[in-house]
Nanobody, 122 residues
Framework: QVQLVESGGGLVQSGGSLRLSCVAS????????MGWYLQAPGKEREPVAF?????????VDIAKGRFIISRANAKNSVSVNLQMHNLQPEDTAVYFC??????????????WGQGTQVTVSS
């Protein structure tokens, strides 16, 4: 199994910055993509940014030019950080970490973090 622990959410004023962190841990960890989704009140969960094994990032339009994702790989843990700049009230949401991990005899499976609240005041 894979455990995800998120941190770094909070309250920030419009134009401010926040850094979200997520650490995945497990034995013989094999994670393909790892990144972040957000879920705004009353809306569906949607992707924000992902990092591949080599740390290369992919971003949806709302994140391009404002957010930077980074990844660090170790034997039994993988961490991703999402540095968010120029935050706006519409970025207010619960942010969830997602890891796409290989589980022996089960194949690739998605694992979710518990979510961390980001609130941007105007």
């Amino acid at each position: 199994q894979v455990q995800l622990v998120e941190s770094g959410g909070g309250l920030v004023q419009s134009g401010g910055s926040l850094r979200l962190s997520c650490v995945a841990s497990g034995i013989d960890l094999n994670i393909r993509n790892m990144g972040w989704y957000l879920q705004a009140p009353g809306k569906e969960r949607e992707p924000v940014a992902f990092a591949g094994r080599d740390g290369s990032g992919e971003y949806v339009d709302i994140a391009k030019g404002r957010f930077i994702i980074s990844r660090a790989n170790a034997k039994n843990s993988v961490s991703v950080n999402l540095q968010m700049h120029n935050l706006q009230p519409e970025d207010t949401a619960v942010y969830f970490c997602l890891a796409d991990a290989w589980i022996t005899l089960r194949g690739w499976r998605d694992f979710w973090g518990q979510g961390t609240q980001v609130t941007v005041s105007s």
